[in-house]
């Protein structure tokens, strides 16, 4: 049995699942306008590859401090119904079918907030999800984080974690997919590593490395 890593935002979906998320909540009222901007700026700074992330999670879940969980996950399966589903590569699809016929085990893994990460992995069928972990209090969104944020070098310390806790299973192989230089570490952690719609920094680490390369479209 082999391990299959799919990255999340841009990877399996055509953009990014919590700017998407974040303009859900504009347009049904529950987020001030002002954070679209204020994320994107956020967002210029992850493709500079210097995003301080734990900034980026404080910014993006403030819009949910005090929030019952059970009201956000309500809405999150309506998001994810009329704003993930549609965005998922057809390519992806057919990649994740691939491993899954396989036999293999796949993990989405991402550095978005696992209250979105996890019914989306579940929603696509995969095994299980690792992402930011998202604070709850008493039933409530604290606003905070906690643990190994899965960004950068941080994927693979949260693969590692949870290969250490999967007592029963032994995995020959890792495959690795995603889009992002963030995700560097990943992929030259894995075995097999696929780079999908890359920019021109990554297209020529993967030439180099002599990684797969996909252009996978809507």
Known sequence: MDLALFDLD?????????????????????ARPEILAEERALMDE????????????TKTLSPLEGLSASTVAGWIRRFIHRDIVPRVYPAARERMAWHQQRGDTIIVISASGEHLVAPIAQRLGAHAA?????????????GQTYGIMTYQ??????????????HECKFDRTWAYSDSMNDL????????????????????????????VHRWQR
Not at 15 to 29: C, K
Not at 46 to 57: D, F, H, R, V, W
């Open 10 to 30: 841009e990877t399996l979906i055509c953009e990014d699942s919590t700017g998407l998320w974040l303009r859900w909540l504009v347009s049904q009222g529950f």
């Open 46 to 57: 992850y493709y500079a590859g210097t995003l301080s992330i734990e900034a980026y999670m």
């Open 185 to 212: 570490p990943l992929l030259a952690h894995a075995d097999h590593a696929h780079v999908i719609n890359p920019d021109a920094l990554l297209q020529q680490e993967a030439e180099q490395r002599g990684w797969q």
């Open 130 to 142: 690792l992402a930011i972990g998202v604070e709850i209090v008493d039933e409530r969104y604290s």
């Open 153 to 166: 070098q941080g994927k693979v310390d949260r693969v590692s974690d949870w290969k250490a806790l999967q």
